[in-house]
């Protein structure tokens, strides 16, 4: 059964006691959002402490990145183990700005999707086209090389517990949000393709959420196409009503 899904990345954002301040907020306003798995992506600093005050609701704790590597020697790195084990249980791989600033390859988003279904986590998996890639009408080349080289080696068995996001990089943080119509067509193209590798169940099942400058007064016109099962949420998720408040609108 496909899910509609309200995830909010929080980017670098929220010192410990404003996140754990923001956490309680949605926490306590999460009672009104009905089928919808509501998710927090907070800093890595604020999991543990996240887990434990979603613990009794019906929040789910993500994560924003995770290591490629398994564990050991890579100074700096947070892995997939550690992560599950303080309750973690979805990961956002693949967004543009570590592709972008930390020069996160398809290849390398690859083999943290693969880490990541192994230890039992949840990733879900970011794409897009820059704004010269959409004006050069090459986004749904762009995309489809994305999902092919991201997904490479997985099966149908494997996809059942990803989830995809479409974010046009354009429209990230800029304000700047595709057109209902816009996000559509793109979630209908990436439904196509994964029922071209995996079948009709898995491209039924699997939830394609909308990212880039969505917020309370435009969720409602992108929930309500049939391909868009939710959304990633950035700058709006900043703001427990305003994160509620989209994840009420299907
Ligand atoms: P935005 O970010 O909502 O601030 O545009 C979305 C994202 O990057 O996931």
Redesign the pocket.
């Given at each position: 059964m496909r899910k509609n899904i309200v995830a909010g990345?929080w980017k670098m954002n929220k010192t410990f006691p404003e996140g754990v301040e923001l956490i309680q907020q949605i926490v306590n306003q999460a009672d009104v959002v009905k089928n919808v798995e509501l998710i927090i992506a907070p800093p890595f600093i604020l999991t543990a402490e996240a887990s434990k005050i979603i613990k009794d609701s019906a929040v789910k704790l993500g994560a924003q990145n995770c290591s490629n590597y398994k564990e050991g020697a890579y100074t700096g790195e947070i892995s997939a183990s550690m992560l599950k084990s303080v309750g973690t249980e979805y990961v956002i791989l693949g967004?543009s700005?570590r592709r972008k600033y930390f020069k996160e390859t398809n290849e390398i988003i690859n083999e943290k999707i693969k880490l990541n279904l192994e230890i039992g986590l949840k990733p879900i998996v970011c794409c897009g086209e820059v704004l010269a890639e959409r004006e050069k009408e090459e986004h749904f080349q762009v995309v489809n090389k994305q999902i092919k080289e991201m997904f490479e080696g997985m099966n149908a068995e494997n996809m059942k517990n990803i989830i995809i996001a479409y974010?046009p990089v354009w429209?990230?943080?800029t304000g700047k949000t595709a057109t209902p119509e816009q996000a559509q067509q793109m979630h209908l193209f990436i439904r196509e393709k994964i029922k071209n590798s995996y079948g009709s169940q898995i491209a039924n099942d699997i939830s394609i959420l909308y990212?880039?400058?969505?917020k309370p007064s435009n969720a409602k016109e992108l929930f309500a196409n049939p391909d868009v099962d939710g959304g990633?949420?950035?700058?709006?998720s900043l703001k427990a009503s305003d994160f509620i408040e989209i994840a009420k609108s299907f």
């Open positions: 990345n967004h700005e974010e429209a990230i943080g990212g880039g400058s969505c990633l949420i950035g700058g709006a």
